[in-house]
């Protein structure tokens, strides 16, 4: 297989209990390296053998991304680092120099089994492979890794990187519109599983299940087991981003083959799953009380929002107007 580095960064004080199972998924996955990028050194989360921690502080990573551009960046939370992503080509020259792809990736994802879904034909046939921030991939060549300066996106890549707003730019509103706009042999149809952020519960954000469901990481792989009709039914994806949910993780995470994904913690399994152990797990507890919770945070979402000064309010309308179109065509072509 053509080598592989995932770069993710995260800049704070701690890492959040997540990342114990994102390891974990990574050392399930051998035939794919990944680069963790941050000013944290926690000695207490053993990573595998094909994760490397490159420590920088977050002072430093703006100085390395501000020395290739002539104009003055705007950089000062770590989150904007997102709208920065499609210059990880560049930023992580040397850490990338001898792979021939190199993606972006976050570390509140749980990977399945990599190679089932992004395949060797795959990497050779394509330029990009996924269309999120959680797992994009790209060619390591001049062509791709200077994409982001190309057109095609509604907001050109110096507003983007001189402004402090979130624009979306390593997806919706910036790389998937290049793409589109630049005929780039792209594999958007990556199977992933992206848990709803407007959902109390674990449950995808496109599918909008109203039935008993759990997310398991069995034996290196992801699946999502569900009861329709009184049958227990299984899908397998590459991977579950686990999205805004805060999950406890514990050290036995270290010594489990299986485990279900709650919202909150892990259930760590060690019998096989079946109809009635679902039913025990699921967080599922009726259709009214998801709509309940999804009208709750929305609420509060755009609460949040409101609070934006004028400009503020102006550039989010833009941001998510391009975002609810791109959905809009996800869902039709579903």
């Not at 199972?21 to 595998?48: H, R």
Request: hydrophobic share 35%; charged share 30%.
């Amino acid at each position: 297989m053509n080598k592989v580095c995932l770069v993710s960064v995260y800049m704070g004080n701690e890492f959040p209990d997540i990342i114990k199972a994102w390891a974990k998924s990574c050392e399930a996955n051998p035939d794919f390296n990944f680069l963790l990028v941050s000013n944290i050194n926690q000695k207490d989360i053993k990573f595998p053998s094909n994760v490397k921690l490159l420590n920088i502080t977050f002072a430093d990573l703006r100085n390395r991304i501000q020395k290739l551009f002539e104009f003055p960046i705007s950089l000062n939370k770590p989150y904007k680092i997102c709208d920065f992503r499609p210059v990880f080509g560049q930023i992580f020259k040397d850490e990338l120099i001898n792979y021939e792809w190199w993606g972006y990736t976050d570390i509140d994802v749980i990977y399945g089994d990599m190679n089932k879904f992004i395949t060797p034909n795959m990497l050779n046939d394509f330029e990009r492979i996924g269309m999120y921030g959680h797992l994009s991939m790209y060619k390591n060549n001049d062509k791709m890794n200077n994409l982001y300066k190309e057109k095609g996106s509604i907001f050109n890549y110096k507003r983007v990187f001189s402004k402090p707003y979130s624009y979306i730019f390593d997806e919706s509103d910036g790389m998937n519109m290049i793409c589109e706009k630049n005929r780039i042999k792209w594999f958007k149809n990556l199977r992933l599983a992206d848990a709803d952020r407007y959902s109390k519960r674990i449950t995808e954000y496109f599918d909008n299940m109203h039935c008993p469901e759990v997310y398991l990481w069995n034996d290196g792989h992801i699946f999502h087991e569900y009861i329709q009709n009184n049958i227990l039914k299984e899908r397998e994806y590459c991977y579950l981003h686990v999205s805004s949910k805060k999950i406890s993780v514990s050290d036995k995470i270290n010594i489990s083959d299986s485990f279900i994904i709650n919202s909150q913690n892990l259930v760590y399994l060690n019998n096989k799953l079946d109809s009635k152990s679902l039913l025990k797990y699921t967080e599922f507890q009726s259709s009214e009380q998801d709509e309940k919770d999804r009208k709750e945070l929305r609420k509060n979402w755009l609460k949040n929002k409101m609070q934006l000064p004028i400009k503020g309010k102006i550039h989010q309308l833009m941001v998510y107007y391009a975002l609810f179109i791109e959905r809009i065509k996800i869902k039709l072509k579903k």
